[in-house]
Nanobody
Framework: QVYLVESGGGLVQAGGSLRLSCATS????????MNWHRQAPGKQRELVAR???????NYADAVAGRFTISRNNARSTVYLQMDSLKPEDTAVYYC?????????WGRGTQVTVSS
């Protein structure tokens, strides 16, 4: 069984920072691309950042230059460093991968940015 468990969310003021973590188990972590998505109230879930097995990264335009995705293969964990947070970054953030032929999602962690 593949498990993804997010942590690190919370309430922060605009301009502040948070670091999200996603601990994984049940997969050979180092060979999989990992993604962070988010879903704000009343909106569709959107891809925020992606890191492939080689460490190459991609970001949504809305977060480029403010968010940084990284991975620690020894710990089977992916991170999302979020700086210069804005109220519009408020959402539930989900860790995701495609492994063993299936989409695998974590339960999410709430990020709330106050103005």
């Amino acid at each position: 069984q593949v498990y993804l468990v997010e942590s690190g969310g919370g309430l922060v003021q605009a301009g502040g920072s948070l670091r999200l973590s996603c601990a994984t188990s049940g997969i050979n972590f180092k060979i999989y691309a990992m993604n962070w998505h988010r879903q704000a109230p009343g909106k569709q879930r959107e891809l925020v950042a992606r890191i492939d097995s080689g460490g190459n990264t991609n970001y949504a335009d809305a977060v480029a230059g403010r968010f940084t995705i990284s991975r620690n293969n020894a710990r089977s964990t992916v991170y999302l460093q979020m700086d210069s947070l804005k109220p519009e970054d408020t959402a539930v953030y989900y860790c995701h991968t495609y492994a063993r032929g299936s989409d695998v999602w974590g339960r999410g962690t709430q990020v709330t940015v106050s103005s």
